[in-house]
């Protein structure tokens, strides 16, 4: 089956640097990646959808510039927190969508726990 | 816009004992449905979806979930559960022919014990 790997699974950081996730289709190419945050015992949250080659588009309330999303190729999207604060922290998970997908599934990565301290 | 309501946050459960987990959602135009499980500091994994036809649908471990239009709900049900069925269960909803947004309710918590 379709598999999304996610890393790094957990990261503590400083506060003030930036930290990149990445999050990539093994056996697929996913044309689609989404992005979603969770916070603990809650739901997850979608925070932007990227196309390959294309800008990511944000879920309002997003910041475009502190989480920077970049989705290069069919295999690999990444997520960039950019001068992380301890209110960043939270689970992040990516999910793609094969571009022949016309059963609406998404494959979700296993998620990246990210601290800042 | 959609959304989704679980109104359990929390189900315990005796091992061999049937379980539902409740789901309703709320939109205006047709909806593909999904449950999702995640288990501690992992992502989702896929249970079920109803996209169209049977309104029964069967999943992966046991479960199976009924889509009711009139009652605006799709709940998870599962006859026997076990141990391992200890989870977060997440109801989701799309818009058909949205991109695959999906939007989630905010979770059961279910916990089998012995």
């Known amino acids: 089956g379709a598999v999304v790997s996610q890393h790094p699974s957990r990261v503590i950081c400083k506060s003030g640097t930036s930290v990149k996730i990445e999050c990539r289709s093994l056996d697929f190419q996913a044309t689609t990646m989404f992005w979603y945050r969770q916070f603990p015992k809650q739901s997850l949250m979608l925070m932007a959808t990227?196309?390959?080659?294309?800008?990511?588009?944000?879920e309002q309330g997003v910041e475009k510039d502190k989480f920077l999303i970049n989705h290069a190729s069919l295999t690999l999207s990444t997520l960039t927190v950019t001068s992380a604060h301890p209110e960043d922290s939270s689970f992040y998970i990516c999910?793609?969508?094969?571009?022949?997908?016309?059963?609406?599934?998404?494959?979700f990565g296993a998620g990246s726990r990210l601290t800042v301290l | 816009a959609q959304s989704v309501t679980q109104l359990d946050s929390q189900v315990p459960v005796f091992e061999e004992a049937p379980v539902e987990l409740r789901c309703n959602y709320s939109?205006?135009?047709?909806?593909?449905l999904f449950w999702y499980v995640q288990y501690p500091n992992q992502g989702l994994q896929l249970l079920l979806k109803y996209l169209s036809g049977s309104t029964l649908v069967k999943g992966i471990n046991g479960f199976e979930a009924e889509f009711n239009k009139s009652q605006t709900s799709f709940h998870l049900r599962k006859p026997s559960v076990h141990i391992s069925d200890t989870a977060e269960y997440f109801c989701a909803v799309s818009v058909a022919g949205g991109g695959n947004k999906l939007t989630f309710g905010t979770g059961t918590q279910l916990k089998v014990e012995l």
């Open positions: 939109s205006s135009v047709s909806v593909y």
């Open positions: 999910s793609g969508r094969r571009g022949d997908s016309g059963a609406n599934v998404l494959t």
């Open positions: 990227s196309n390959e080659g294309s800008k990511a588009t944000y």
